[in-house]
């Protein structure tokens, strides 16, 4: 008979105990990489929080996209201007640009793929995140 998995309990100094705390884990490999390197620490920001957001998004309803199978479609998240700038104050409302160039470089250095472009309606883009940070060459 195998053991049920203990939830992980954060230490105290990663968390204020909240039962609904996400984290999001950042891998050794993953900070030595090259690309990661080129990131400016603004753009290594916003891929934390965009982690932090696909996790806190996990046990909503998401859209379903057809192109995408089932562990793709776990990797979604969304990130508008409301969550940006008002929910984790990364940027401030008259410096909207800085988001769209950060995000550009997320998505141009393999962190996060763009999935669903819906700015031209006004809704939530979705994007994904992405292993192709791996294999992209700057």
Not at 11 to 34: C, P, R, T
Not at 53 to 78: G, H, N, V, W
Not at 83 to 97: A, H, T, V
Not at 105 to 127: M, P, T, W
């Amino acid at each position: 008979m195998s053991r049920k998995k203990e939830k992980y309990k954060p230490k105290v100094f990663e968390s204020m105990g909240n039962s609904d705390d996400v984290s999001a884990n950042i891998y050794m490999s993953m900070l030595m990489h090259e690309n990661w390197k080129a990131l400016t620490k603004n753009q290594q920001v916003l891929y934390l929080y965009c982690k932090v957001q696909m996790y806190a998004e996990k046990r909503k309803p998401k859209p379903e996209i057809r192109q995408l199978d089932e562990s793709q479609q776990k990797l979604l998240f969304t990130m508008n201007r409301s969550k940006y700038i008002n929910l984790y104050g990364l940027y401030s409302e008259g410096n909207r640009q800085s988001f769209k160039k950060d995000m550009s470089a997320l998505i141009n250095l393999g962190f996060v793929e763009l999935i669903e472009d819906n700015s031209h309606r006004q809704c939530k883009n979705i994007y994904m995140l992405s292993d192709s940070w791996r294999y992209k060459k700057q």
